[in-house]
């Protein structure tokens, strides 16, 4: 089974990232604020919770 990292937004949700991420790619991206735009057109806003690494291979987390 392979490990991947992920990121944390919320409690709970997580993000695959790709599996070729470097701990320095991983901590510059944990130092930045992220924005997601619904469909509705809603934005989200927030800071990453954090990054860690998970079983598995699904993109599905």
Do not use: K, N, W
Request: charged share 25%; net charge negative; aromatic share 6%.
């Amino acid at each position: 089974m392979t490990r991947r990292p992920v990121m944390e937004i919320q409690p709970g949700f997580f993000i695959p990232l790709p599996a070729s991420f470097t701990l320095e790619q991983a901590r510059e991206l944990a130092e930045t604020p992220y924005q997601i735009v619904g469909q509705d057109g809603g934005i989200l806003l927030g800071e990453i919770i954090g990054i860690t690494m998970r079983d598995g291979d699904s993109d599905e987390c």
